[in-house]
């Protein structure tokens, strides 16, 4: 079973900075990592997921993740923020074969 | 393409009231298919999941039941709602219990309980 942590409830950025949502995990085995995204009032969307292979994983929206094993993180990333990425975002890891475990959520304001 | 409905997308209900709320996905078979409730616009709690019709995990104990008349539609209900019911509660479906294979999310219910 692996389990996620979000350790910030709030991330605050200015339009154009880069961002960081940060996320760690504890796995027994080889980790699979997932990151979602949730606008005001709708379901959550999949951003992009890390499996197996490079470290450095791409997404939807032109957001990243990189993967490191010695700090046990997967942290989202993106160059330059939008106002339109505010929304909150989950870190997310299966739990056993039938469902996955989300972290608590971690809410991302970009301010103009 | 797959998708994934749920309704209604709002509900106001009265204490003690019952409760249906159903979700439906369209172009896959055999999907697995989960029940959460949000509240207050932060985590996510698994109430049920399913991996076949008339298999149902129930990952909480509560008021709430679930069940899963066909392969493709999962519903929610309750025979009495609580103030504590109140919340968005979100389907989702995924492929196969692989764990490699991301979950997809309806719109959600909102539902308020008074």
């Known amino acids: 079973a692996q389990s996620v942590a979000q350790p910030e409830d709030q991330v605050n950025v200015a339009e154009g900075n880069p961002l960081t949502v940060k996320c760690t995990y504890s796995v027994s085995g080889n980790p699979y990592l997932f990151w979602y995204v949730q606008y005001p009032n709708r379901g959550l969307q999949f951003l992009l997921k890390y499996i197996t292979g490079d470290n450095l994983v791409k997404g939807s929206y032109g957001f990243e993740a990189e993967f490191n094993k010695s700090q046990t993180s997967f942290h989202l990333k993106k160059p330059s923020a939008l106002v339109s990425d505010s929304a909150l975002y989950f870190c997310a890891a299966p739990y056993n074969n039938n469902d996955m475990r989300f972290g608590a959520g971690t809410r991302l304001t970009v301010k103009p | 393409s797959q998708t994934i409905h749920q309704w209604p997308a709002t509900l106001v209900q009265p204490v003690g009231s019952p409760l249906s709320l159903e979700c439906t996905v369209e172009?896959?078979?055999?999907?697995?298919l989960y029940w959460y409730r949000q509240a207050a616009g932060r985590g996510l709690q698994l109430l049920f999941y399913s991996v076949g019709i008339g298999q149902i995990s129930s990952e909480v104990p509560q008021n709430l039941s679930a069940s899963r008349p066909q392969d493709r539609q999962f519903i929610l209900s309750s025979k009495k709602l609580l103030l504590s019911d109140s919340g968005f509660y979100l389907c989702?479906?995924?492929?196969?219990?692989?764990?490699?294979?991301?979950?997809?999310f309806g719109p959600g219910t909102r539902l308020t309980v008074l």
């Open positions: 989702a479906w995924s492929p196969e219990v692989a764990g490699e294979n991301e979950q997809f």
């Open positions: 172009g896959t078979s055999n999907p697995n």
